[in-house]
Nanobody, 115 residues
Framework: QVQLVESGGGLVQPGGSLRLSCAAS????????MNWYRQAPGKQRELVAT???????NYVDFVKGRFTISRDNAKNTVYLQMNSLKAEDTAVYYC?????????WGKGTLVTVSS
């Protein structure tokens, strides 16, 4: 059974930092591209960051320079370090494992940026 379990969300003040984690089980983690998505209230889910199985990273413009995606294949875990958080970063953050036409999703972790 495939499981992706996100953790690390919470309430943080503007300008603060959080690190999200996503622990995967039931898949050969190292061969999957791993992605972080987010969905803000009333909005569609959107891609935030990608790390390929070779370690290539890509970010959407609105997080470049603030967020860093990384992976530890020995721990079957992908991370999202989020710095300089803004109110507009408030969303549920989802972990996604992607390989060819196969996608697995976690249940998400809520990040709230507010003073």
């Amino acid at each position: 059974q495939v499981q992706l379990v996100e953790s690390g969300g919470g309430l943080v003040q503007p300008g603060g930092s959080l690190r999200l984690s996503c622990a995967a089980s039931g898949i050969t983690f190292s061969i999957y591209a791993m992605n972080w998505y987010r969905q803000a209230p009333g909005k569609q889910r959107e891609l935030v960051a990608t790390i390929t199985r070779d370690g290539f990273r890509n970010y959407v413009d609105f997080v470049k320079g603030r967020f860093t995606i990384s992976r530890d294949n020995a721990k079957n875990t992908v991370y999202l370090q989020m710095n300089s958080l803004k109110a507009e970063d408030t969303a549920v953050y989802y972990c996604n494992a992607h390989l060819w036409s196969t996608d697995y999703w976690g249940k998400g972790t809520l990040v709230t940026v507010s003073s």
